[in-house]
């Protein structure tokens, strides 16, 4: 299941929502993205996102079918927040459930990597010393490039 909306995230309810959906898993991993309060930039007051819907989701929704290839799942969920928002408000939420921790674990790290890095979303932080276009680090580049080295295609 995914979902891009410019609605409220709140990461508890969508996490026993997944839970009582899975049923039958042995090992379920989640993710809560926070907006934070300080960056290179200096003190966020807002971030905001911007996605290029239906661009946006077929994209996740891919990310979503190749993550389901790749590991026995029992359930996925992505939730990412859209619009703007505050320090400490949820941006993203993954959950992933398995057989085994280590197919939810990597599952989610893998939805993770996508979404910091290939989701089409333009994001945005006005701060105290201005406003800024945020862009991937090389790190996230990094992270995410260890995925081709395993991948079955």
């Known amino acids: 299941m995914m979902t891009v909306s410019a609605d409220p995230i709140d990461a508890g309810a969508a996490l026993s ?9 042995g090992g379920i991993v989640s993710f809560t993205g926070r907006v934070r309060p300080d960056s290179k ?23 979503i079918a190749q993550t389901e290839k790749r590991w026995p799942l029992s359930g996925l969920k992505v939730i990412h927040r859209i619009g703007d928002m505050a320090p400490g408000d949820t ?6 459930a398995a057989m085994h921790r280590r197919d939810a ?27 800024v276009w945020i862009e991937p ?17």
């Open 17 to 25: 929502a997944f839970e009582t959906d899975i049923g039958g898993a």
């Open 41 to 63: 930039h200096g003190s966020v007051a807002t971030l905001h996102l911007q996605a290029y819907s239906p661009m946006t989701e077929r994209g996740i929704e891919q990310a």
């Open 91 to 96: 941006v993203v939420f993954v959950a992933a």
């Open 105 to 131: 674990f990597e599952a989610a790290d893998f939805l993770m990597d996508y979404l910091k890095t290939n989701a089409i979303f333009w994001k945005k932080e006005v701060t105290d010393q201005g406003v």
């Open 137 to 153: 680090r090389p790190q996230d580049y990094e992270e995410n490039a260890r995925w081709a080295l395993t991948e079955d295609a």
